[in-house]
């Protein structure tokens, strides 16, 4: 029963009614499936796993996702990527194309490759901008494209479209 009373007492009455009533919703649709809570916390956190071998670009791109709601998980090519994806399958993953060990469509390919209950979305975050690299990309199994240097409300409105912030 302490497990339950867990559940009931997640949000705190900082976070407002709104907060309170979302989680718990989310609680009790997890008891309902008989989710440990564990298993809760994680389905109640969105992460974004950004792929670039750019220190700079990662934080930056860090830095949208939390605005977006998301946790962000950083990654500087796509093996690292592919080994945190096996650890936790992310909700949201952003990556470059060019990346040194293994590129942005060896990783997306290899990616969807992996059994998981939900896959992410995917969206190629690259200076590869022409028609044939946008196909490519999309071919790999992406799910939508943006062209480096993108901003907050240009991501925002790439997610929004794809239904995910």
Not at 2 to 29: F, H, L, M, Q, Y
Request: net charge negative; hydrophobic share 40%; with cysteine.
């Amino acid at each position: 029963m302490a497990d339950e009373e867990e559940v009931w007492n997640a949000p705190s009455e900082e976070d407002g009614p709104a907060a309170d009533t979302d989680a718990i919703v989310r609680a009790a649709k997890a008891m309902r499936d008989g989710k440990k809570p564990e298993q809760m916390q994680q389905a109640a956190t969105k992460t974004c796993l950004i792929v670039d071998d750019s220190r700079v670009i990662r934080k930056v791109s860090s830095k949208i996702a939390k605005s977006l709601g998301y946790v962000p998980i950083e990654a500087q090519d796509g093996m690292e990527a592919l080994a945190r994806c096996k650890q936790a399958m992310p909700n949201l993953v952003l990556t470059d194309w060019n990346m040194p060990e293994m590129d942005g469509i060896e990783f997306v390919k290899q990616l969807r490759a992996i059994p998981t209950p939900k896959a992410p979305t995917v969206v190629f975050c690259t200076s590869n901008g022409q028609a044939a690299d946008i196909h490519e990309g999309i071919g790999a199994g992406a799910d939508d494209y943006i062209v480096k240097p993108f901003d907050e409300a240009a991501l925002r409105a790439k997610l929004e479209k794809l239904g995910r912030e």
